[in-house]
């Protein structure tokens, strides 16, 4: 398989070079020039296969070379073998066809590590294959960045950069990334909000001298590695559930969109997906945009569902890349007016595609608590706030269509997000012992302007790649 940038001014490239790249060289994103297809045999197939080996399966295909075929299975193994769950993405049963799909098993306690901790093991192997070393610089809202962290900590090849919004981030979110003690490991608490440590992290990439420097490699949710490594879990979920003879939807809690984008692959691959419900909490461009035609961020409110506390969901470009018949001109024309003039109308028949596929639910801070009280009441069992947003969003779909079971993601575990839990049910859910211990460290970061000069004087001077 090979990949072009969805601005249509960048190389194409092999999946080891798009894993390295993550944003193309124009401020596109790779996207795959076409999708696998999974035959319902195939789907049928995996009944019963471990999660690792399911994996390897349906991310396979999407690889270039035949050596990276093969590494991949010995891949998915050691990125699973660190969770505490065996099923890796276990499922609940919480009303009538309603299900919660448990991501938090990983070292983090939220879904990015499902993603993250394969591609800290595929970068590896290829810096190892090219001899080379990287510096991966990340941007995130909270759980990015611990999952970033936890999967590259103590790699020989790698340094890793993480901006954070300084005080924006949950108590554990935070100590997760800072107590963190390997020495390739540097935290910066940015001055700003989520989209403006983003929006250095773009600027950064585009910066072609400090790229070359410091062999900078991105993390971010952009990263094709990482919607692919999130495709699976549709799958294993929908086989759990009956497919390839039964259709599913699934309500995914959605920031960078790159979760429901995965859902999204999965369903282009051949996975029968009726609705994808995307679940916002206030920051709601995405529901704007959908009901509307019109992507147009606003200022960015804080949330007790931090993770999806953005303005600017980067991976809808890839949506409205297919959704336009893969027109180039076009979504350069709408990221060009997107930054011009801060919003751009979506065409009417991507938006009629998009609408086939795709409900959204704006879910606001009065509800999440009601959910997370009402899950708890009726099923005894505790949401997280993102959680919650997709349950909601869950319910709210089965009153239109009860016969279809609709799997809710569920993204994080609620003990990082004690105080909103102690607010809807009166008690502080307890974190699994192993990592309550490992946040009992002392801290270390840096706090910076939001400022990409700063930023990126601060990497140079640290990043061993710049020092050879
Ligand atoms: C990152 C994150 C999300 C949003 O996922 P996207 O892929 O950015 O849409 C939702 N919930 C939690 C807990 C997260 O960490």
Redesign the pocket.
């Known amino acids: 398989m090979r990949y072009l940038s969805t601005r249509g001014e960048a190389a194409q490239l092999a999946f080891d070079d798009v894993l390295l790249a993550g944003l193309a060289t124009d401020g596109g994103l790779y996207t795959p020039l076409a999708y696998p297809h999974v035959s319902p045999g195939d789907i049928a197939a995996l009944a019963g296969v471990p999660y690792a080996e399911a994996a390897a399966r349906l991310i396979g295909p999407f690889l270039t070379d035949e050596a990276a075929q093969t590494a991949l299975r010995a891949q998915t193994e050691v990125a699973y073998a660190s969770f505490r769950h065996r099923a890796i993405a276990p499922m609940t049963q919480i009303a009538d066809n309603l299900f919660v799909l448990e991501l938090f098993h990983g070292p983090t306690l939220?879904?990015?590590d499902l993603a993250m901790q394969l591609l800290g093991r595929m970068m590896n192997d290829v810096l190892e294959k090219r001899n080379l070393r990287a510096t991966i610089v990340g941007a995130t809202?909270?759980?990015?960045g611990a999952a970033a962290i936890e999967a590259f900590r103590g790699l020989p090849r790698v340094d890793v950069f993480i901006l954070y919004p300084h005080g924006r981030v949950s108590d554990v979110q935070r100590k997760q990334m800072t107590t963190v003690t390997e020495d390739n490991v540097h935290t910066i608490a940015l001055q700003g909000t989520f989209d403006d440590a983003q929006n250095i992290l773009k600027r950064l990439f585009r910066n072609r001298p400090f790229r070359e420097r410091v062999g900078l490699a991105g993390v971010n949710?952009i990263n094709w590695a990482r919607v692919v490594a999130q495709m699976v879990y549709y799958f294993t979920s929908g086989v759990a559930l009956g497919a390839p003879h039964r259709r599913i939807s699934y309500a995914?809690?959605?920031?960078?969109?790159?979760?429901?984008l995965a859902g999204y692959i999965a369903k282009r691959m051949g996975l029968p997906v009726e609705r994808l419900i995307v679940a916002t909490n206030a920051n709601d461009i995405l529901a704007r945009a959908l009901a509307t035609g019109r992507y147009e961020p606003r200022g960015v409110t804080p949330t007790q569902?931090p993770?999806?506390d953005?303005q600017v969901?980067s991976?809808f470009e890839r949506l409205l890349f297919d959704a336009t018949g893969r027109d180039h001109a076009a979504l350069r024309g709408a990221f060009a007016s997107l930054d011009q003039s801060g919003a751009f109308d979506i065409p009417p028949a991507a938006l009629e595609t998009i609408r086939a596929e795709f409900d959204a639910q704006s879910v606001g801070e009065a509800q999440t608590t009601a959910e997370i009280a009402r899950t708890w009441r009726e099923a005894g069992y505790v949401l997280?706030p993102?959680t919650a947003t997709g349950v909601r969003a869950a319910r709210v779909r089965l009153e239109a269509d009860p016969a279809t079971p609709v799997v809710a993601l569920s993204?994080?575990h609620p003990a990082k997000f004690p105080d909103a839990i102690e607010r809807a049910i009166g008690c502080r859910p307890r974190a699994p012992d192993a990592i309550a211990a490992r946040l009992e460290g002392p801290e270390r970061f840096t706090i910076l302007e939001n400022d990409e000069a700063r930023v990126s004087a601060f990497i140079s001077e640290r990043a061993r790649a710049a020092q050879a």
């Open positions: 939220a879904f990015k809202s909270g759980d990015t949710s995914v809690p959605t920031g960078n969109f790159g979760d429901v569902s993770s999806m953005i969901s991976n997280d993102h993204t994080a």
